[in-house]
Structures are given as C-alpha cells and as structure tokens.
C-alpha cells in the first residue's frame, strides 16, 4: 500500500519507558508502540526510538507531516536538563537526531507535564479557561500554568517546576545540594521510601490510597501530606489566580480521597478559589497532549 495520508508521530519519553503513535491528519490513531527504556544510556535510546519510529511509520501507512516528543526534564532549545535518571540525556539533540531519519520534518519537543496541561487546555479540563493550572501528582510534582491557549515555558522552559520548592526556611536542601525538595516529600517515590521506613516493610503511596483502614501513624502521615499539597496548591493560586485546577498524574486515582482537603484550603485561602477538578485524561496524557500540538501545526 502507498503511504498516502498525511499524518504525525507522536512520542512520549519517560523515565523507564517511550510510547509512540501514529496518527492520521483528521486524528484518528492508526498504530501505536512503546518499549523499555530502564538502564539505557542516551544513544542507545536514540536508536531504538528512531527505529521504533520508522517501523511505526510503516504499519500506520501515514507520511508524517510533523513529529511532537514529549520528554521528562526541562527542554532548553533543542537539548534537555535536569534528567538524571537517563545517563547522557543532556548531550543528546532529539531535534536533530529525529531528523536523519525523517529529514526537513518539524519536531516539537515539550516537558511532560506541559504537554499533559496542553492536553488539558486543548480538549480537557483546563479547555475554555483564560487562566489554569495543571497539578500533576504522581512519581513527580510539577505543575503546568495556562494563559489563554498556551502554556507558560518561563526563561529556560521550567515554569511550574514546583518539584524544587522548598519546604521551610531553616533548611539547606535544595537544587544546589541534588534536592527537589517538594517533590522528595510529597511526590510517589518519596511517599514509598517515607511509609517503607514508618511501618518497616516494603509500602507505596498506592497502598496508602488503597488501604480500608489506615494505624494512628498512617494516617498522620496522610494528613500531613494533603496538608502539604493543599498549602503549596493555595500559594501558587494565590499567586497565579487560575479559573480551574485540573489535577493529574498518576495519584489522580485518590481524587476522592485528595480533593476535599485541597477544595478546603483553596476556599479558606484563596481570593478567587478556583474550581477544582479531575484531569479528562486519566492515561496517556503527556502523549495525547503532544499529539494535540503536533495535530495543531498541521491546520
């Protein structure tokens, strides 16, 4: 068959895992992929992305028209910072890289969070708002902020990084010692290693959600947490005045659980409490979002 239709190819890179999609110029999903990344050093993934991406080309039957990448780390023109979790990230062009094998093609490389909060501006929770916030709870802490049909990128692409915000004044940890404060405290991974040493054996943040009944620690330990988010989430709206807060990432799960101690704060706190609401896309978000952008460049 000729590769007739025009379409995208969509990429989102995470810290263990890539998934791909092919989709047509009228937004219909023609064929997806996605492979392990975990222990790979930045070439090696390079390779195996492009190949993946031309197999996925040839199963979609699709000319692509445009490439959008969504990525873990800041994007800074056409390299990535603050990834430490892949080894030589820094050094690899995406842009560039992309380009040997789909030549003259534009690539879109955006933050995963940011794509997620496009996602939702676009078509979700965030669409119609002349000012929003994603909150993004999940492995990671990081927030997005909308303005009118954009996201804001900030000076070097870290807008809305609110994983390095620190937590008090007396302490010395911070991104000159390797901490992200925030994000260590009250992010998945942190949650884990915090609940694993409180009760002595291997315990995660889902099985905090999860759990019927939770011991007098436990749940101090849970209050304390959705104490954190609520203040933390009450002083970025302050500062941003968002019309919504769309909340996303993978402990989006325990909305039920999360959301009335943050609807709690923000009313208390708040001049203009936002409205508070699940993220749309409960899966894929960061690849449904770069999908969006890539689809956008084509109309």
Request: glycine share 10%; charged share 10%.
């Amino acid at each position: 068959m000729t590769q007739t239709a025009t379409g995208v190819l969509a990429i989102d890179i995470g810290g263990t895992k890539i998934a791909l999609a092919a989709i047509s110029a009228t937004g219909e999903w023609r064929a997806q992929d996605k492979f392990i990344i975990a222990g790979l050093a930045g070439e090696q993934i390079v390779a195996q992305l492009l190949a993946a991406s031309q197999a996925l080309q040839a199963r979609a039957q699709l000319t692509f028209a445009a490439i959008g990448v969504s990525t873990i780390g800041v994007v800074d023109g056409d390299h990535l910072k603050l990834v430490p979790t892949i080894q030589g990230w820094d050094r690899v062009n995406l842009r560039a890289s992309l380009q040997t094998v789909f030549p003259a093609i534009p690539v879109l490389i955006e933050n995963d969070v940011k794509s997620a909060t496009y996602a939702e501006l676009l078509n979700g929770a965030l669409k119609g708002t002349s000012a929003g916030l994603y909150l993004n709870l999940g492995t990671g802490i990081a927030t997005g902020l909308t303005l009118g049909d954009q996201v804001v990128r900030g000076s070097h692409g870290a807008a809305g990084e609110v994983g390095y915000w620190l937590l008090d004044a007396q302490s010395s940890a911070g991104f000159a010692t390797g901490h992200a404060p925030l994000e260590e405290a009250t992010g998945g991974q942190g949650i884990g290693q915090q609940l694993t040493a409180l009760v002595g054996q291997p315990y995660t943040a889902k099985d905090l959600w999860q759990a019927p009944t939770l011991s007098p620690a436990l749940q101090q330990f849970k209050d304390h947490l959705l104490t954190t988010w609520a203040v933390n989430l009450s002083n970025l709206c302050i500062a941003w005045d968002p019309a919504v807060v769309a909340v996303g990432g993978g402990m989006q799960a325990a909305y039920h659980q999360i959301a009335p101690a943050l609807t709690a704060k923000l009313a208390q706190s708040v001049p203009f409490p936002p409205v508070l609401k699940p993220a749309f896309y409960r899966q894929n978000a960061s690849l449904n979002g770069i999908a969006l952008l890539a689809l956008r460049t084509l109309q």
